[in-house]
């Protein structure tokens, strides 16, 4: 079983920034779509971010140009790199892992964006 854990998460301003983690177990971790998503209060779980095993990149429309996704196989990371955050980014972020029998999240991180 592949379990992750996120790390990372807080309170920040308007404008700052945030690096989240998300470290897997597993020795294969290589072989997998790594994605983040978030859920806000009311609203549903979207997709933030994810990176395929060859680290090709997809990004929300609201996200792009402020968030990076990137990945280490050899720790077994993948990283969500968030600059210029605004208070509509305030949600719960969820590390997700995609292949083969897997399709894992992890327990979610809360990002809270406010003066």
């Known amino acids: 079983q592949v379990q992750l854990v996120e790390s990372g998460g807080g309170l920040v301003q308007p404008g700052g920034s945030l690096r989240l983690s998300c470290a897997a177990s597993?020795?294969?971790?290589?072989?997998?779509?790594m994605g983040w998503y978030r859920q806000a209060p009311g609203k549903q779980r979207e997709l933030v971010a994810q990176?395929?095993?060859?680290?090709?990149?997809d990004y929300a429309d609201s996200v792009k140009g402020r968030f990076t996704i990137s990945r280490d196989n050899a720790k077994n990371t993948v990283y969500l790199q968030m600059n210029s955050l605004k208070p509509e980014d305030t949600a719960v972020y969820y590390c997700?892992?995609?292949?083969?029998?897997?399709?894992?999240w992890g327990q979610g991180t809360q990002v809270t964006v406010s003066s």
């Open positions: 997700r892992l995609r292949g083969g029998v897997y399709d894992n």
């Open positions: 597993g020795s294969i971790f290589r072989s997998y779509i």
């Open positions: 990176i395929t095993t060859g680290g090709s990149t």
